[in-house]
């Protein structure tokens, strides 16, 4: 202790620790793999040494491996990845770097503070104005309002500029698992303690409406255009580096995390015509999963590639799907793989689907290609017998309309919605294999094209959101309006069996909402009908603006994406005034659900 008391003791002086620190019979062990368990051939496990700090962290060749080492080597053994390893890894370089002295100790940067204070006198006496003026900045510190670079460095990741040298963290990540200073994001909207520290992502303190804020490959007098098509270069660049990183999801503590959302809502930003700046200000607030090499992946092929669905390598299947690109093109890569990928619409009716039809918007082919190579890894049907409904959907349906089979629904499985399980997927799961569901589902009359038949369903969707707003509702809307973008790429033989299975997945997430009754298609609910001033074009237009401004200046992420969404439903269903109800109630409300 004697030793530790004295100045700089960190860097300059040595400390008696064991040569080897390992049990007996291990030194053999994978643990050690990498590294020198000790020093000494002969394995004295009693010899002491007098080692740096430095020496016992971060190890010394030949001598001793390093505690942080040690670590490392065992968070690779138990396969501690994702967002709970980069947190994990930013402490251990924080330890790291201190034992080093790359970075500063608590007790350097305090002497320095004293020191350079303008009240100190090198008298060694610190005033109560010094100690006053030293607690208020160990405590903004500590709360997170200023990082003191000497002691961390660039550890954190809003130091960084590009998310290529940031930190990892899981988007979902609770208050209380992260400090402050980390920009924690929860279900797609930034938590207040980053806003508050670090600003906020939003529209605030741009012009969203003047001209000046154009991308520098837009000519003025075309802007503000609502929605844009294509890309802009500005977007493009963000778009390759987000190529970096895992689109798919990941886990901390066993909860399933989305760590895709900005890819998406870049795309909705800007259809909805955001400025450069702030597409910029969601790419450098956002945080993403690193793609990792598996050593137990295995090659993936046109042999092997249904085997591999749900449970291949990204790298692998990236790889695949790119090479496929180049032998077939991006039309027809989309027309052999689309039509097998959708047997499992009904799980994957959500980020997969939605992430390939805002890739349909690029000029290049990567983003197609990420969007299968995510879409196979998520691939897992609700049904085994999927490719028995696309047979059996050959045979014309009993009839039924929509609206009739949502009756029969209500009427034959209303009374079994209170015993659900309590989660929604399980929930959903459950209804998905009932068979009473399916025997009303089955009875629908399918007819006309699937781009008819979802454009039908997407019409009652809206109205089945307006009043049941949630996760599972949002995303029908977004998902069914991604089918319609991809629909073309699926053969004609299969459109009637492929509604099946989204009316089948359907039929279930109206279920779970307790079966209400639905506005008919044309109409509002009364809860969202206008106020009877009569509508024109440009009072349309003008309620369209209002709402496109309000997106633009919204930090969720789900708002955005329905918001876009809903604008190209009301461009290809005109006479349908739901869509843009919909969006002026979330406007409104000021959160998707």
């Given at each position: ?73 065992y968070l690779n053994l138990i396969e501690c990845h994702g967002e709970a390893r980069s947190m994990l890894n930013s402490y251990l370089d924080l330890i790291a770097m201190r034992a080093s002295g790359e970075l500063w100790t608590t007790a350097k940067w305090m002497r320095s503070f004293i020191q350079t204070h303008p009240q100190y006198k090198n008298d060694s006496i610190v005033s109560k104005e010094i100690a006053a003026d030293l607690l208020q900045a160990l405590k903004v510190i500590g709360e997170g309002t200023v990082c003191v670079s000497e002691m961390f460095g660039n550890l954190y990741p809003h130091k960084a500029s590009s998310p290529a040298l940031r930190k990892v963290l899981v988007p979902d990540l609770p208050d209380h698992l992260a400090p402050v200073l980390y920009p924690v994001r929860a279900k797609g909207v ?404």
């Open positions: 202790m004697e030793t530790a008391h004295r100045r700089g003791a960190v860097t300059d002086e040595k400390f008696y620790f064991r040569r080897h620190i390992n049990p007996r019979d291990a030194c053999g062990s994978v643990l050690f793999e990498g590294l020198e368990c000790c020093c000494a051939k002969s394995h004295s496990f009693e010899c002491h040494d007098q080692f740096s700090m430095n020496d016992i962290v971060n190890g010394k060749a030949g001598a001793f491996p390093g505690l942080v080492p040690l670590v490392h080597n930034l938590t207040s303690s980053f806003a508050d520290a670090r600003g906020n992502i939003s529209g605030e303190g741009l012009d969203l409406l003047s001209p000046c804020c154009l991308p520098e490959d837009e000519e003025a007098t075309t802007y503000p255009v609502f929605p844009r098509a294509g890309t802009s270069r500005h977007l493009k660049c963000m778009l390759e580096e987000l190529r970096s990183f895992h689109p798919q999801f990941c886990l901390l503590g066993g909860s399933a995390t989305v760590c895709n959302h900005t890819y998406m809502v870049l795309h909705a930003l800007y259809q909805l015509g955001a400025p450069s700046e702030l597409l910029k200000r969601w790419f450098d607030s956002s945080v993403f999963e690193p793609i990792r090499p598996d050593e137990k992946s295995v090659p993936v092929t046109t042999d092997n590639w249904r085997e591999q669905l749900g449970k291949g390598s990204f790298l692998e299947m990236r790889a695949f799907f790119e090479a496929e690109s180049k032998r077939l093109g991006r039309d027809q890569l989309l027309r052999e793989y689309v039509p097998v990928l959708i047997l499992a619409v009904s799980r994957a009716c959500f980020h997969p689907v939605i992430r390939l039809s805002y890739s349909l918007l690029e000029e290049g082919d990567g983003g197609v290609v990420d969007s299968l190579t995510y879409w196979s890894l998520r691939y897992g049907p609700h049904f085994d017998e999927a490719e028995e409904t696309l047979a059996a959907s050959k045979v014309a349906g009993r009839g039924a309309t929509i609206p009739q089979a949502l009756a029969m629904l209500r009427v034959e499985l209303l009374p079994i919605v209170d015993r659900l399980p309590a989660a929604a997927f399980d929930a959903l799961e459950w209804l998905l294999r009932l068979d009473k569901l399916q025997a009303i589902a089955a009875r629908l009359d399918v007819r006309g094209t699937l781009e008819e038949q979802l454009g039908e369903l997407v019409a009652y969707t809206a109205r089945l959101f307006i009043v049941e707003q949630s996760f599972l509702t949002l995303h029908s809307i977004t998902g069914l309006h991604a089918l319609l973008q991809i629909a073309k790429y699926i053969p004609e033989h299969m459109h009637a069996g492929v509604f099946r299975l989204v009316w089948i997945w359907w039929c279930g997430v109206y279920t779970m909402h307790r079966c209400p009754e639905l506005a008919p298609l044309g109409s509002l609910p009364a809860t969202a009908a206008p106020n009877g001033a009569a509508e024109t074009k440009a009072s349309k237009a003008e309620r369209w603006e209002k709402v496109r401004i309000s997106a633009l200046d919204s930090v969720h992420v789900h708002l955005i994406k329905v918001v876009c969404s809903c604008w190209h439903l009301s461009k290809k269903f005109p006479d349908d005034p739901i869509f843009l109800a919909i969006c002026e109630q979330q406007i409104a409300s000021g959160t998707p659900f």
